[in-house]
């Protein structure tokens, strides 16, 4: 039988295995029947992670602060590694917030994300690098909405039009102006019920009236400004910095505690 925890009237969780049935230890302690991790019988913020509402409080505090890991460490006096797991924590939090439907006018833009060519190991500086379309770093597609100033950010392994089109089908309202430079795979999107219009880099033409993608193209470059300060990032997890950094850019108008109250209600969501 389970031990109930009367405080929210829900059994005890084995933050290990997240089972539900154990045992009671000296000093407060209970042991798990599955995996016989021994736990304090504390009531948790999150399940996965051993930290106290406080604790989450103080580290989102100084998180949204652009402070680093032992920055937020030494702030907060919690251990490094579980500094790290609840920072990594939330920049998944962050990556599953989707912003509302854009209504346009939309600017979309691919750019390349990975480290520079000098640091790079010798066998692959023998090599002339290509630039742009056929290099073989990341590739990421953008969409900003002019209307609600906010941005979509998202990896893509290889660089396909039929993905591009789901993720504008998702994101943004029927019948929405769409500007994109002249790269002529975005040529499709009236046959997708959007208005298109694009603007010729390749023939030095970046902004004819409205028509222009400065908004997107300005992200970028605040992007791999903050990527290069953080450096050393594996592929695996550079999605949830991106993430992060998106998140911000969305939120960058309100006040900092007004992101700390949206960014603690992901966490209980």
Same mark, same amino acid.
């Given at each position: 039988?389970? #031990? =109930?925890?009367y405080a929210t009237?829900m059994p005890?969780k084995?933050p290990k295995?997240s089972?539900s049935?154990?045992w $009671?230890?000296?000093?407060?302690?209970?042991?798990?029947?599955k995996?016989?991790c021994?736990?304090?019988?504390? !009531?948790?913020f =999150?399940?996965s992670?051993?930290?106290?509402?406080k604790?989450?409080k103080?580290?989102i505090?100084?998180f949204l602060?652009?402070? =680093?890991? *032992?920055r937020? *460490?030494s702030s907060t $006096?919690? @251990?490094?590694?579980r500094v790290?797991?609840?920072? *990594?924590?939330?920049?998944e939090?962050? %990556?599953k917030?989707?912003?509302?439907?854009?209504?346009?006018p939309v600017e979309l833009d691919? =750019? /390349?994300i990975?480290?520079?060519r000098?640091n790079?190991k010798?066998h692959i500086?023998?090599f002339k690098a290509?630039?742009?379309?056929?290099?073989?770093k990341i590739p990421?597609? @953008?969409?900003?909405?002019?209307s %609600?100033?906010?941005? /979509?950010?998202?990896? #893509?392994?290889?660089?396909d039009?039929d993905?591009?089109?789901e993720i504008?089908?998702?994101?943004?309202?029927?019948k929405? %102006?769409?500007?994109?430079?002249? /790269?002529k795979?975005?040529?499709?999107?009236?046959?997708h019920g959007?208005?298109h219009?694009?603007?010729?880099h390749d023939?030095g033409?970046y902004?004819r009236? %409205?028509?222009?993608t400065n908004n !997107?193209?300005?992200?970028w470059?605040?992007?791999?400004r903050?990527?290069?300060?953080?450096g050393?990032?594996?592929?695996?997890?550079?999605s949830?910095? #991106?993430?992060?950094i998106v998140w911000k850019?969305n939120?960058?108008?309100?006040?900092?505690?007004?992101?700390?109250s949206?960014?603690?209600?992901?966490?209980k969501s």
């Amino acid at each position: 039988m389970s #031990i =109930t925890n009367y405080a929210t009237n829900m059994p005890y969780k084995c933050p290990k295995c997240s089972y539900s049935r154990s045992w $009671s230890l000296r000093r407060n302690k209970r042991k798990c029947k599955k995996c016989r991790c021994e736990f304090s019988p504390r !009531i948790y913020f =999150t399940e996965s992670i051993r930290s106290t509402e406080k604790e989450w409080k103080d580290c989102i505090r100084v998180f949204l602060r652009e402070r =680093t890991i *032992s920055r937020v *460490s030494s702030s907060t $006096s919690i @251990g490094h590694c579980r500094v790290e797991r609840m920072l *990594s924590y939330l920049r998944e939090c962050m %990556s599953k917030e989707i912003p509302n439907k854009f209504k346009g006018p939309v600017e979309l833009d691919e =750019t /390349y994300i990975g480290g520079q060519r000098k640091n790079k190991k010798l066998h692959i500086r023998r090599f002339k690098a290509k630039r742009g379309h056929g290099t073989d770093k990341i590739p990421i597609v @953008g969409l900003f909405d002019r209307s %609600s100033k906010k941005i /979509y950010v998202e990896i #893509i392994p290889k660089l396909d039009i039929d993905r591009i089109f789901e993720i504008t089908k998702d994101l943004v309202a029927p019948k929405s %102006s769409i500007y994109t430079d002249g /790269y002529k795979m975005y040529r499709g999107f009236p046959r997708h019920g959007y208005f298109h219009e694009f603007v010729d880099h390749d023939d030095g033409e970046y902004v004819r009236g %409205s028509i222009h993608t400065n908004n !997107i193209e300005g992200f970028w470059g605040i992007l791999k400004r903050k990527l290069g300060c953080i450096g050393g990032i594996r592929r695996k997890h550079m999605s949830l910095f #991106i993430a992060e950094i998106v998140w911000k850019f969305n939120h960058r108008n309100e006040p900092l505690d007004v992101q700390e109250s949206k960014l603690l209600q992901l966490l209980k969501s």
